[in-house]
């Protein structure tokens, strides 16, 4: 009954990985000892002092509709972080609380994308963005970026994909699936680019913002004067508080986007969980140090993983500055055949990993660049030793 589903439903792309995610879970229910390092989840707990402000609010009774662009004293707590962490000034009618930063830019792309309007996404990019784009009728144009130059796009490669049509430029730092930073002066240089083409509106996705180690010091394109008005900054709190089942995602942007986008939400999922609203309250309010000791922890498995991976040979990696992903190049397997198996792309190689090594990994054409796949070491040191041995030993 296919044919009874829209266009539009049938046009669009799964999520690859939310789907292999599927994939190794089907396998583990059969049986097979599956390591997934495909999901960006981080596999601590939520801190305690934020499970104890979502306590506390269930005790207090909140239990009713909260309102559609959130809680006024969320918004306070969001214009308080954007001002401490980021040097950005915002008002309440400029923050959007949303359920999930996907939502946010979701609700961003409806308000602001028409028909045949052009949306520039440096390669590679988080494996949503593409679809979300095309789902408002927009047309994604892909910048390939290179491993050389830490997956990041020049001003010249921007320039070049700017045209008549062009109406936004989407990219995060850190980059999800890279890990690459951009640094304020490289988003200076972009932004130079775009003093020249004053319709072009940027979203900033900073949701790995405190996932940081320490090279590159964050910056938000928001900050320029010039770019401040012109600019829809992503962020929220599943990555960096590991709160990923929270689903509370944010903007900050300028009012009449954020109208719009509250104008959509409200006829859409309305106002996002009371209950979680509450204890982000606390995850803003208190310090990013507190959060300090996970990113610690990341920081140590990045070296362990980025020293294996260099151990396997046909594995060609940089070093990612933020957020827990290794997006190694892979082509020395292309037109391989390994057990049996021909291996034609990134797709062909992250399926025989997870069929041959039982690790499941993401392909690289779900982020818009081929040649790589996306390993997570968002997992426990036993389990990213046991899945690089695993897969090596497929690869010998």
Same mark, same amino acid.
């Given at each position: 009954?296919?044919?009874?589903?829209?266009?539009?439903?049938?046009?669009?792309?799964?999520? %690859?990985?939310l789907? &292999?995610?599927a994939?190794?879970?089907?396998?583990k229910?059969?049986?097979?000892d599956?390591?997934?390092?495909?999901?960006?989840?981080?596999?601590?707990?939520?801190?305690?002092?934020i499970?104890?402000?979502?306590i506390?609010?269930?005790?207090?009774?909140?239990?009713?509709?909260?309102?559609?662009?959130?809680?006024?004293?969320?918004k306070?707590?969001?214009?308080?972080?954007?001002?401490?962490d980021n040097?950005?000034?915002? !008002?309440?009618s400029?923050?959007?609380v949303?359920?999930?930063?996907?939502?946010?830019?979701?609700?961003?792309?409806?308000?602001?994308i028409?028909?045949?309007?052009?949306?520039?996404?440096?390669?590679?990019?988080?494996?949503?963005?593409?679809?979300?784009?095309?789902?408002?009728?927009?047309?994604?144009?892909?910048?390939?970026?290179?491993?050389?130059?830490?997956?990041? &796009?020049? @001003?010249?490669?921007?320039?070049?994909?700017?045209?008549?049509?062009?109406?936004?430029?989407?990219y995060?730092?850190?980059?999800?699936?890279?890990?690459?930073?951009?640094?304020?002066?490289?988003l200076?240089?972009?932004?130079?680019?775009?003093?020249?083409?004053?319709?072009i509106?940027?979203?900033?996705?900073?949701?790995y913002?405190h996932i940081?180690?320490?090279?590159?010091?964050?910056?938000?394109?928001?900050?320029?004067e010039?770019?401040? !008005?012109?600019?829809?900054?992503?962020?929220?709190?599943?990555?960096?508080?590991? &709160?990923?089942?929270?689903?509370?995602?944010y903007?900050?942007?300028?009012?009449?986007?954020?109208?719009?986008?509250?104008?959509l939400?409200?006829?859409?999922?309305?106002?996002?969980?009371?209950?979680a609203?509450r %204890?982000?309250?606390?995850?803003?309010?208190e310090?990013?140090?507190?959060?300090?000791?996970m990113?610690d922890?990341?920081?140590?498995?990045?070296?362990?993983?980025?020293?294996l991976?260099?151990?396997? @040979?046909?594995?060609?990696?940089n070093?990612p500055?933020?957020?827990?992903?290794?997006?190694? !190049?892979?082509?020395?397997y292309?037109g391989k055949?390994?057990n049996g198996?021909?291996?034609?792309?990134?797709?062909?190689?992250?399926?025989y990993?997870?069929?041959h090594?039982?690790?499941?990994?993401?392909?690289?054409?779900?982020?818009?660049?081929?040649n790589?796949?996306?390993?997570?070491?968002?997992?426990s040191?036993k389990e990213?030793?046991e899945? &690089?041995?695993?897969?090596?030993?497929?690869?010998?």
């Amino acid at each position: 009954m296919s044919n009874q589903l829209s266009d539009r439903i049938n046009s669009l792309t799964p999520s %690859a990985t939310l789907e &292999m995610a599927a994939k190794a879970r089907e396998l583990k229910t059969a049986g097979k000892d599956i390591i997934g390092l495909s999901l960006g989840e981080p596999d601590f707990n939520t801190p305690d002092y934020i499970k104890d402000a979502a306590i506390q609010a269930i005790n207090d009774n909140y239990s009713a509709y909260t309102p559609v662009d959130g809680y006024a004293e969320l918004k306070s707590a969001i214009i308080t972080k954007f001002k401490r962490d980021n040097n950005l000034t915002y !008002d309440p009618s400029q923050i959007v609380v949303s359920t999930g930063a996907k939502q946010s830019l979701y609700n961003v792309a409806q308000a602001m994308i028409n028909e045949g309007d052009e949306v520039i996404l440096p390669c590679p990019y988080w494996v949503s963005y593409a679809d979300i784009v095309q789902l408002a009728d927009g047309v994604p144009v892909e910048v390939p970026t290179t491993l050389e130059n830490d997956f990041k &796009m020049t @001003p010249q490669e921007l320039e070049d994909a700017i045209t008549p049509k062009t109406k936004m430029l989407w990219y995060s730092s850190p980059c999800n699936p890279s890990g690459s930073i951009y640094s304020k002066e490289e988003l200076r240089a972009l932004a130079d680019v775009l003093q020249k083409y004053p319709q072009i509106i940027v979203v900033s996705d900073e949701i790995y913002e405190h996932i940081n180690y320490g090279v590159t010091k964050h910056a938000s394109m928001a900050e320029f004067e010039d770019m401040y !008005d012109r600019t829809v900054t992503v962020n929220g709190v599943a990555k960096a508080f590991a &709160m990923t089942g929270w689903r509370i995602g944010y903007i900050g942007a300028p009012t009449y986007i954020a109208r719009a986008c509250n104008k959509l939400q409200g006829q859409v999922t309305s106002g996002a969980n009371c209950i979680a609203q509450r %204890a982000v309250i606390t995850a803003l309010e208190e310090s990013p140090d507190r959060i300090q000791y996970m990113v610690d922890e990341f920081k140590k498995r990045r070296k362990l993983i980025l020293d294996l991976l260099n151990d396997i @040979p046909g594995f060609k990696c940089n070093e990612p500055q933020g957020a827990f992903y290794v997006y190694p !190049d892979v082509t020395a397997y292309f037109g391989k055949t390994l057990n049996g198996t021909k291996i034609n792309n990134a797709s062909d190689f992250a399926m025989y990993l997870l069929e041959h090594a039982n690790v499941a990994t993401v392909t690289g054409d779900a982020f818009g660049n081929g040649n790589c796949i996306r390993i997570s070491y968002a997992a426990s040191v036993k389990e990213i030793e046991e899945a &690089m041995a695993r897969i090596k030993k497929s690869l010998s």
